[in-house]
Structure formats: structure tokens, C-alpha cells
């Protein structure tokens, strides 16, 4: 996994602040100077902080932004100066932490956060921000300074740390996952690494084509039937409390080449994404074992390869679920459903689950609709569904609810079999989830995410550099901490 971002700790003495090479970072609100620190870096600057946060600059800085001040004078350094406050909110935090790990250079940082609150959120900006995928850049790579927190209760800033880095290794966990490339990360190598979370805690079972095939889980075997990489389903507990789990669902289409129903070739090669919906699932579930959740939880993910081999599935095939329902498939590249369909069910018949969440980078639909900004929700639970929303928000994690209905559904009817796998362009996403709502039992809190177009940023976000974002991490284990834990 890449190496997360640690910290180191300390409670710094304001008398060597005036020889600490690198780069010194501060906190501050308001148009001067008025803490002690703030003071004494004045008076070390003769006035030059002063003179920046009387400046047109700092007054334009919005919370979590920052001015650097290059060269300052009694310094050894630079130093960054950053809007934020005791009562700055959490979206705000990260927003610095952030801020301060991308900047980050050769030269070691210092960071006096005495005073400052949400550390957790400081910390967790830091992390995800540094991230960096550049396990397959052969040249040399530029070495990174070191990061020192200066606090005030040490005692406190551990716990702080220990809570961010739980969730900021189950985020960077997804992120790698999903940047992988499709001859690295096969569905073998992908159930390999989820047999890792052992060492942490997590029960983990794979089970291969022979026991899917007694399982009937025809729909998720048609799927990868025309590849050389084997159809497997991973399934992943947590058991951290009693009763029934909450369960999580993914879609892992290690590549997807759009099988007979070939894609163009432009942008194929993002198709490495296509399980993004299984990596967080996978996030989630080393998140939870890290910060010990005391809830039981179980995830789910269907490792298939879509190929366009002479044994692939065929448009016009009928292929029969394990649910016993029949499903004309119309495209072969409207894959993620029949593998899911089949988990969905499978998790249900066999955990009588209190709620159930699936994701997927399910339709290109979805981001036409929302871009890339939310991931689109849909349920048939409004209690779990507003939970879940609320989470998100807490999170920064933009999603939206989409609508459902009969009129949706309609567009599913088959000639020939219970259903066609597509409804056609119009609604695209949202019949893509009444698709799945026929594997979801009567009864049965459910939601899924279409996160098509949120898992793979085209450039750099407030967290994460370009590329895999990991989204959906925090939300859900947030869901979970707030709503299933004991």
C-alpha cells in the first residue's frame, strides 16, 4: 500500500522557532497578530506578519487558504499563514491540512497547532493529501520533508492522529486499488489483497467459480465467462457487535472492455476504474478494523473481467439469476448489474442484513446528469436514505437523490425474458437501479450509489491529486459510526 503521511508530534519551544530550518506554518484570524505565538513571530519577522495580515491578500483568504511569506526576516525558513480558528469547522480543517501537504517540499515543516481545534480533521487533510500513486515512475523521485505537529496536549493529538490515520488508510487502501492497472490488479490479485485484511482483524472468504455456479450465480458468470481471469466473490466481516449486519455491496469489473458490446477505444483505458464500487467497499472494511467499530458489518464484491473473448456472452442471451429470475441481455456493457444483481441477492438470502448499500461505477448516465461532483443516490428507504445523505454532507462528499418509479421499471420489460438488462438511453441511471431494486427483497432497507462519476478525477481535488479519489469511504464509515455501532 502507498505509504501514509505520519506525523510526528511534539510540543515545540518558541525559543528555537527563530533556527528551525524548512517551513514554518501558523494559524491565525482577524487583521493582526493576537495571540502570544502570533506576537512573538511578529517581533522575530520585525512586523512582516503584521504587515500580511493587514494586507489585501490575507483579507481575500477564505478559511482553510493560506499566504506564504518567503524569506521572512528572524527566520531561518519560510513561513505559511493560514486562515483558520478555534471554531473553524471540520470541511475547513482538512481544508488547511491539506493545503500544508501540498505545498510540502524537500524541506521539513513545522506545523504549531497549539490551540487549535479538530485536530482529527487537521490530520486527515494531511494524510490524504499526500498521497501519492508512484509505484511505476522508474525515474527519481524527489524525496518529501518531514512533518512535525507542535501541540499543546499530546495525549489528546495521538488519539486525534491514531482516529485519522484509520480513516485515511482505508481511503489511500481504495485509492490504490483503483489505480491500479488491469494486468496488475486481476481479480486474483484483487482477492489476494483483500485476504491481507486478516492481519487486521477481518474474516475473509473467497469463493471461486465452481461454488458461484452452485450457488447459481449465472448472471454473475456470464459476465466474466470470456475472460482468462477467474469470477470470484469476496465476502469480508466485521463483527465488532451482535445481531444482524449492515452489508455492503461492490461492483469489481477489474477491466471493462464493454465484452461483444465493445466500448470505443477512447478513454478505455479509465476501465481500470470499473471496480471502484468494490474498492471502497474494501476501504470501508479496513477502516472499521482499524478504529475497532463495534458494529458488524460484512462487505461484499463481485471480482469479474469483462472480455470479448469467443466464449463472452452475446447480446440477446437470457441467463437466469440466482434469484431464478430470467434477463434478456440486450448490452453486454451494461455488466455491473447482472454482477451485482447476483451479490445483492446472495447477501440478502444469506445475512438477513438490517439495511444494505451497494456501489458501482454503474452508468455513464449518471455523470451526464451530475457530473462529477455528486454521486447519484437512489433507495426505496428514506429513513436509511436521509441518514446516509446526512453523512455524506457531514463528509464533503457530494451526492445527490435520484428519483425512482413504475414508469422506470416499464422500460426493463423483456419479449422474451422476465427483463432486459437496459431501458434504453432516456433515464439511463435510474434504470439502471430499478434494475437492481428487483433483486432487493420486500422489506429491505437498500441503497444504491452510482459513483461513476466521482471515483476518478480528471485533476486535482481539495484531497486528492489527480486520479483515484476514493470516494465514499468517510461517508459510509461515518453511516456506520453513527447509525449500526453499539
Known sequence: MTDVLSPVLMTADPATLATTPGRIVVFAEGEAPKSALLRRIDRLTRGMLAKAMAAEAWAKAKPGEGVELTHAPGLAGDLLLVRLGRKSGGEEVRKAGALIAKGRGKADVLVLAEGLGRLQDLFLGLMLRAYDFDIYKTGEKTAKGAVTVSVSDLAAAEGALAAARAVAEGVLFTRDLVNEPANVLTTTEFARRLEGLREIGVEVEVLEEAELEALGMRLLLGVGQGSACPSKVVVMTWKGAEGAPFALVGKGVCFDTGGISIKPAGGMEEMTMDMGGAGVVAGVMKTLALRKARAHVVGLVGLVENMPDGLAQRPGDIVRSMKGDTVEVINTDAEGRLVLADVLWYAQERFQPSGIINLATLTGAIIVALGSEN????????????????????????????????????????????????????????????????????????????????????????????????????????????????
Open 375 to 486: 454521486a447519484g443516490v437512489f433507495s426505496n428507504d428514506d429513513a436509511l436514505c436521509g441518514a446516509f445523505l446526512k453523512a455524506a454532507a457531514d463528509e464533503a462528499e457530494g451526492a445527490w437523490r435520484m428519483p425512482m418509479g413504475q414508469a422506470y421499471d416499464d422500460k426493463l420489460k423483456s419479449r422474451l425474458a422476465d427483463m432486459m438488462n437496459v431501458g434504453g438511453r432516456e433515464g439511463g441511471a435510474i434504470t439502471a437501479a430499478q434494475f437492481l431494486r428487483r433483486f432487493i427483497k420486500a422489506g429491505q432497507p437498500w441503497i444504491h450509489l452510482d459513483i461513476a462519476g466521482v471515483t476518478l478525477a480528471k485533476g486535482d481535488t481539495g484531497l486528492a491529486p489527480k486520479g483515484a479519489t476514493g470516494w465514499g469511504v468517510m461517508s459510509l464509515n461515518r453511516l456506520i459510526a453513527e447509525g449500526y455501532e453499539v
